[in-house]
């Protein structure tokens, strides 16, 4: 050439393959897993990533007081199911203690795995030291044998913890030795599954309060079937049927382990590029468009214009960008699981027993609202943008009004989305009821689930302003929420069963649950107690109202702070 250059070469397809690196074929493993026996037994028992996970949680504050919560939850609930005066002898009530025993250990483990499972893999990836871990020389399987080891390990001492208790429940006669190493083995698989499928949410997901959030999903109607298969059957912990779901729950985790295996040894995107967000032409099943109804209620088209005057920024942004940046797939699981399990509820509307659906749709906001709105000023914080916010010529109050509103409208659709088949109890007369009364009926019904969503966000928000993280302020918010809407209906069922008594009198303390509320809507629902609805609604009000204004005042403050110091 003239000006000395020399023409590139062209290269052949067939050329390009012979240059690109070859890969490891299906089945390969690497040096490091080509361990010997010695080492990998070395490894099993002094495991670099268990030791570190179990010093750092031990350690810690939150263990030793959760530990004390377990125990002092199943103690109250011992005492106050405890026979009195000479009906102590009756092995009918002692069965029944017993029962009562393991059916709490089964709804406070489906509560805590997820908090210690869920999250074990995505802080990696959030703090984005994932490749650090993956690149180190500890083998991928001890790495993922680590993280679910110091999540069950913690769960396997509050189960063995509980020793002291059982020991004074066998002080009463109608229980043996045998239905005690069955109840603990069951709730050690327990435990042991339930954790597995945390760590899987975690592996497959980017971030904590997406795993969080659909291994509640997946556990809460697990833990729902244990639940009921133990109260209606008097046998449950007996070896000869405990040993059928000990062996399932054995083998799902099992089988969640080889695929979380096979994910770890992929490489990850990530994960501030919404890893979760799929391409439509690689979604199966529900495909979210933006611009598609009833898809742009959930979050509308990107704009190609300036936002318009008088429109609150932030919440366009919310809507528009924090929604999806969560990824469709999360939004799909969350819709089609949530729909599968409203076809089940569905068929109690058929049966005249309604408010087990709305029961099932309370559950679902449960799931739903706090996931949504536990991160607004904590995502901020752990952004380094709150600051950055405040300093915005955006108002504070428009801040908070846009947060809100936007968590406000993504949980209503999501409930909306299930509950819109609640309209049919219009059209099925069970009973005597007339149109007008089970108009009337619905009203109240869909008013209950507003307010609670609104209850719900506000608690959400209020927790992610004190708090500085998101799973801090997730696992707050749940706990919270658990302890307000179910302690009055367990605390009523522990009342009736071994009291004759229910806790009808004490209509304020009821006023917290909202399962209470819609069961005293009816007249066949009203058997728990007094009309308790009204009282709750005005519940719901008065602390949401409470807590936004909490909210507003302390914004305001690290605003005006801000502005001094400049």
């Known amino acids: ?45 002094e495991n670099p990533v268990l030791r570190r996970e179990l010093l750092t949680a031990l350690r810690s504050n939150k263990s030793f007081v959760l530990q004390f919560l377990y125990l002092a939850i199943l103690g109250v609930i011992v005492y106050m199911a405890w026979p009195q005066g000479v009906t102590a002898i009756k092995s009918e009530l002692a ?116 795993s969080l959030t659909v291994t509640y999903m997946i556990v809460l109607p697990l833990a729902m079937i244990l639940f009921v298969w133990a109260f209606f059957h008097d046998g449950f912990f007996t070896p000869g049927v405990a040993v059928w779901p000990a062996g399932g729950l054995i083998a799902l985790a099992v089988i969640l382990y080889r695929h979380c295996m096979k994910r770890i040894r992929e490489p990850f995107d990530p994960v501030f590029k919404a890893a979760e967000e799929e391409d439509v032409a690689t979604q199966t099943g529900l495909v979210l468009v933006r611009d598609r109804f009833p898809d742009n209620l959930l979050a509308p088209a990107n704009a190609n ?20 940046g969560r990824g469709t797939l999360f939004l799909r699981l969350i819709i089609q699981i949530s729909m599968f399990l409203s076809v089940v509820f569905l068929t109690f509307l058929f049966l005249g027993m309604e408010f087990i659906f709305v029961d099932f ?31 915005t010529l955006i108002k504070p109050s428009q801040i908070v009004i846009g947060k809100f509103l936007s968590c406000l409208r993504l949980s209503i659709f999501l409930t909306g989305l299930v509950g819109v088949t609640l309209c049919f109890y219009l059209f099925i007369n069970a009973g005597n009821d007339t149109f007008t009364a089970r108009a009337m009926y619905l009203a109240i019904y869909f008013a209950i689930l507003l307010l609670t969503i609104i209850f719900e966000t506000a ?41 004759g008594r229910d806790l009808s009198e004490f209509t304020l303390f009821m006023a917290t649950s909202p399962f209470q509320a819609v069961h005293s809507v009816v007249v066949a629902g009203a058997r728990d107690g007094g ?32 502005s001094n110091t400049k």
């Open 1 to 45: 050439m003239a000006n000395g250059t020399v023409p590139a070469t062209p290269v052949t397809p067939a050329a390009a393959a012979a240059q690109e690196p070859p890969r490891p074929k299906e089945g390969f493993r690497s040096p490091r897993e080509n361990l010997s026996f010695t080492d990998r037994v070395f490894l099993a028992i």
């Open 95 to 210: 069965r029944k203690l017993f029962h009562i025993f393991g059916q709490s250990q089964l709804v406070l483990l489906s509560i805590m795995s997820p908090a210690f499972s869920a999250s074990a893999m995505t802080i990696e990836k959030e703090r984005r030291c994932i490749d650090l871990l993956l690149t180190s020389p500890i083998p991928a399987r001890t790495i993922l044998m680590g993280k679910y080891m110091s999540s069950v390990v913690y769960l396997i001492l509050l189960i063995l913890s509980t020793a002291p208790i059982i020991g004074v429940v066998m002080w009463m006669p109608g229980t043996g030795y045998e239905e005690i190493a069955s109840l603990y083995v069951l709730l050690i698989s327990v435990a042991a599954s339930f954790g597995m499928i945390g760590l899987t949410c975690s592996v497959f997901f980017h971030r904590s309060q997406t």
């Open 305 to 324: 214009q300036l936002l318009p005057d008088r429109v609150n920024p932030m919440y366009q942004k919310e809507i528009r960008s924090e929604i999806f």
């Open 361 to 391: 749709l309370v559950i679902f906001t449960m799931l739903v609202a706090p996931a949504f709105a536990c991160n607004t000023f904590t995502q901020e914080r752990e952004r380094g943008t709150l600051d950055l916010l405040l300093t």
């Open 459 to 499: 608690l959400a928000m209020f927790f992610s302003l004190l708090l500085t993280s998101t799973v801090r302020s997730m696992i707050t918010t749940y706990a919270a929420v658990l302890i307000l809407f179910a302690a009055p209906v367990a605390a009523n069922q522990l009342l009736r069963v071994f009291t």
């Open 531 to 562: 009309m308790v609805w009204p009282f709750y609604l005005g519940f719901c009000a008065l602390f949401s109202l409470l807590a936004m204004a909490f909210v507003f005042t302390r914004f305001e403050r690290r605003s005006l702070r801000m």
